[in-house]
């Protein structure tokens, strides 16, 4: 019998799969990039909607980090859930380079300070969204799916390609470096980045929910 956390790695797999093929395809393939932004986004609320009750829709290690420093899920849980995202996302990046027919083009030129700071900045609201919408005060709920789909469409549209790679996610970010799409030394600073940001979420997301209980409790 498979086993439940088994179950949830197999989410974790397919949502992270799903996110980084329509990444790669609405950059490389021939496709509208105006959309990308709104499409990416609508996948990620897809996934979500799709996956959140069996795994938490996490499909990102930087969410998964900052909902482990929350005491959301244990260290064997989070272990696997880092595996499967890294390995959906190399999996996709396989599946659009097969697609693509090796044809991708790099994002480069990008200012290393501007890029740390923005996909640190829009990991940190990705996350921070995910830690507010899905806690158990305003669990269940019908819209934390659109709102964390919302953020990333925000993040990609303010600074997609021109600042920074807009991964706002480690799985994204190295399987960007699988598609040819950057360098790997851009691909690690990044990732670095995302794991900031889900850190810094969860350290307000902390100081914000006991401050409020503190309240209550006066």
């Known amino acids: 019998m498979v086993s439940n956390c088994f179950k949830k790695y197999i989410v974790e797999f397919l949502g992270t799969y799903f996110l980084v093929l ?47 420093l929350n005491k959301g899920i244990c260290n064997k849980r989070f272990f696997g859930y880092i595996v499967s995202q890294f390995f959906g996302g190399i999996i996709a990046a396989c599946t659009v380079n097969y697609l693509a027919d090796g044809t991708f083009m790099p994002m480069l030129g990008f200012y290393m ?16 969204t995910v830690l507010f919408t899905t806690r158990k005060e305003v669990s269940p709920n019908c819209y934390y799916g659109a709102a964390i789909g919302s953020s990333l469409t925000v993040g990609i549209a303010s600074v997609g390609s021109t600042i920074c790679l807009a991964a706002f996610n480690p799985a994204v970010a190295l399987s960007l470096a699988f598609m040819n799409g950057c360098c790997i030394c851009l691909s690690f600073v990044t990732i670095l980045a995302n794991f900031a940001g889900g850190a810094f979420a969860y350290l307000l997301f902390k100081f914000i929910t006991n401050e409020n209980r503190q309240e209550g409790a006066d």
């Open 22 to 68: 329509t990444i790669g395809c609405m950059i490389n393939l021939e496709t509208d990039k105006t959309l990308a932004p709104i499409i990416i986004g609508l996948v990620l609320a897809v996934m979500v909607y799709a996956g959140g009750k069996i795994s938490g829709g996490h499909y990102n290690p930087a969410v998964s980090l900052a909902v482990y």
């Open 113 to 128: 300070p501007a890029l740390i700071l923005a996909e640190t900045l829009f990991t940190f609201l990705l996350c921070l």
